[in-house]
């Protein structure tokens, strides 16, 4: 999995004209865009170079909301392509989110020679709010917008755009405490958006970034409003593993919203979020972390923390399923992703010995995806709770088959240093 980290923020600069305590005080604010794919490496400021680079303009309106594609000589064509998407984007966009406001979106197309693996830029707003978005290449190609495979242009503008532009929606219409509201609620969008105009890209991002499974897990249930982190006692490895349990709590936002959006009266869509936006205006304040779960609440008729559990009829039948994903054979990453996580999460269903032998083996394969290692170890270390399971492994370990011997209490302390779970 691909972790690649966007950070929006807002720099307020004053100046000051004149030199009594009365003088006028002008604000310059400016919209900051940042891109940290490798924390080891530095962060490069490419803003000089985009603003003389992208020099031209395309832009159109759609119902109030501004879209503008900035570019530079020679990138026409995409720019034309890069706005149509944009604005097709947009347009759904605000549909889910009404009665929001969506802000204003200005892009950047930006060649150059050779992309850093972290950049910012900063831009002038010039008093109009506005969300920003970079894309630097070096290759043209790198521009597949026909969108029928997942990349990384079509999940900016079908994805990641309409993600922040919820963000941004919600701001001053909700406390900041809210994030499980914020995060579900970014999340569902761009997966409407995404799911009408790149399916592809909508399905790979629901397998592979939002566990459907999420809300069965009952810590995550418990935590989810307000988004706290666990205990663990590898504090070494704390940040690591709120990162990792943070795309369980991202998965378990999204399906609280689907709920709540699938159980509104009106035809079309919900009422939950005009609902939010009135109390907001009778209060005259952003609304509260507790206000808002009422809201949703009484939107779903039952409580957050009832949600998501999921049958044993269906989870046996998911295991099942995730038993046959993890053969030998099957060589697909999604699917074994998914498998893993279905194991990790349904912990009370008994496993074949020849998935558990896989599950252990992988948990220690030095050659395996650090994610499937940590979940194969999870799948497996929540099962440890039963006497047979830890004889079972006392017998994995006597095997003749494995060449390198080590005691039950060094591969159980192994497992449960990997595992993402608490126990």
Known sequence: MILRNIHICIFLVCISLGTNAEAQRTVLEYQTFAVVSDPDKPIVDISADLIARCDKRLQQSLNGVTVEVHFGEGSSTEAVQILNKLVEAVRLTQEMLTPLVVPDV????????????????????????????????SDRRELDLECSQNNEICSDIYLTIPHELSHRSLDRIVQRDARWFDE???????????TVLAPEIAR??????????????????????????????DLKRMNELEIRNDFFFYGAAY???????????DTRRSGLLPRIQSLRNVKKRPISNKELLSVVENELGNGIRSLGVVPETEQIKYVRQAEDVLRP?????TDHYEA?????????????????????????????????SELAATAIT????????????????????????VSIRKLVDGLKKKSIRPL
Do not use: C
Not at 113 to 118: G, R
Not at 184 to 194: C, D, Q, T
Not at 255 to 265: M, P, S, V
Not at 329 to 333: F, G
């Open 106 to 137: 200005r892009f950047y197309l930006m060649s150059m020679a050779e992309v850093p693996a972290n950049f910012s830029a900063k831009v002038l707003s010039e008093g109009n709010g506005f969300y920003l978005h970079v894309l630097p290449i």
């Open 184 to 194: 579900g609620l970014a999340e569902y969008a761009s997966i409407k958006v995404a």
């Open 204 to 233: 790979t991002r629901l397998r592979a970034y939002l566990p459907r499974e999420s809300l069965h897990r009952r810590e995550i249930r418990e935590n989810i409003i307000r988004w706290q982190p666990f205990k663990y006692r």
């Open 255 to 265: 399906q609280i919203l689907e709920y709540a959006f699938a159980n509104g009266t």
């Open 329 to 333: 054979e099957s060589k697909n990453a």
């Open 340 to 372: 893993l996580y279905r194991l990790a999460v349904f912990d009370d269903i008994s496993l074949s010995r020849e998935t558990i032998e896989s599950l252990i083996d992988l948990a220690f394969q030095q050659s395996a995806p650090h994610y499937f």
């Open 382 to 405: 929540r099962r440890l709770r039963r006497e047979n399971f830890k004889s079972f492994i006392a017998t994995y370990l006597s095997s003749t088959s494995k060449q390198q011997k």
